[in-house]
């Protein structure tokens, strides 16, 4: 005899099977995969403000969400091992700076890449443009190009006698030479001769500091780059060795020692990355998100620094300043 089931009684195992369905995709834990462009050790705070960003978001590691860091040393030779490597591990999204993120983009057209901060994202071909990227990368924008100019400007001001500038920059960075021009372009219309100081390996910081000393220069101004940002203590160590007032693209390089910095906050533009993370996971495209860009750009004045190198910070630039170490 052939049993027929009640109405009610099927409708309640499907609303079963539904919750059951439900509880199991929101169990389901997200893998974020990491590409940092240098060691860890130098970018730790970083990353702490991006996991903030994320847990204030909802997210728990271990619970709903996973941060996954390629195996091995970080280094510019090998990212692309290291991109390859997080896409074989089929992560969810990857969170990679402008550098690595080229890399990641050659090793997957489908995976999203979110950008905590890119260098002309533009002009380096990550994205279309900023209000469309087009592809599978989004994030956010430096615009440390569009401040090179200021800085030198900032740099003058504090040394007004100035008239010899070296430039400290990783010439095979992407970023690099657009920057360079527009210090170029400032210099003229300030009547400073500039001094190119390349650097590619830890070894050169000794030696282009020696040539600066050789030439005479009377200040230094650090191009944005990752290779730069990680060996920031030893630049500002040497640049207060050599007496040299100079002014760099992140605080960070203050907080280690440096004379001023001017730039957008970088752990902010981290935790703004969270952000990111989270509507993609959610179903957002990275195609349709903006590339957003800071609104508000800090000078940090090191007065700690100033004393050392027998200099004194005009009063005008030091009502300027955002953050002040005394």
Same mark, same amino acid.
């Given at each position: 005899m052939k049993l027929k089931m009640p109405l009610y009684v099927l409708v309640i195992i499907l609303a079963i099977v539904h919750l059951a369905e439900a509880q199991q995709e929101a169990m389901? =834990?997200?893998?974020?995969g990491i590409l940092p462009p240098g060691p860890i050790?130098?970018?730790v705070h970083l990353w702490q403000v991006f996991r903030q960003g994320l847990s204030e978001l909802g997210y728990v590691e271990g619970k709903n969400i996973v941060l996954v860091f390629p195996s091995g040393e970080i280094k510019t030779e090998r990212f692309s091992d290291l991109a390859a490597e997080l896409v074989s591990l089929k992560v969810d999204v990857i969170v990679a700076p402008?550098?690595?993120a080229l890399a990641v983009m050659h090793a997957t057209s489908t995976i999203p890449i979110v950008i905590p901060v890119a260098v002309d994202p533009v002009e380096n071909r990550l994205v279309a443009s900023l209000a469309r990227p087009g592809g599978n990368v989004t994030g956010l924008s430096s615009i440390s190009t569009d401040l090179s100019g200021k800085r030198l400007e900032l740099l003058k001001t504090v040394v007004p006698r100035v008239s010899r500038v070296s430039?400290?920059?990783? +010439?095979?960075?992407? +970023?690099?030479p657009r920057q360079m021009r527009e210090t170029m372009l400032a210099a003229q219309a300030l009547r400073i001769h500039l001094q190119p100081l390349d650097v590619r390996t830890q070894d050169d910081f000794d030696?282009?500091?020696q040539a600066a000393k050789k030439d005479r220069a009377g200040a230094l101004i650090v191009l944005d780059d990752f290779f730069v940002f990680t060996h920031r203590t030893q630049i500002v160590k040497l640049a207060a060795k050599g007496q040299l007032p100079a002014i760099y693209g992140f605080n960070e390089f203050v907080e280690a020692g440096g004379l001023m910095s001017y730039a957008a906050n970088l752990s902010d533009m981290y935790r703004r990355a969270a952000t990111y993370v989270d509507k =993609?996971?959610?179903?957002a495209k990275p195609a349709d998100l903006p590339i957003e860009q800071p609104t508000k750009f800090e000078l940090a004045i090191n007065? /700690?620094?100033a004393k050392q190198i027998g200099l004194t =910070? +005009? *009063?005008?630039?030091?009502? *300027?300043?955002?953050?002040? =170490? /005394?």
């Open positions: 389901k =834990i997200a893998r974020i050790s130098e970018r402008t550098t690595p430039v400290l920059s990783n +010439p095979t960075s992407k +970023p690099v030696r282009v500091f =993609i996971l959610k179903g007065l /700690k620094t =910070i +005009p *009063q005008s630039v030091l009502y *300027q300043a955002d953050k002040v =170490i /005394k």
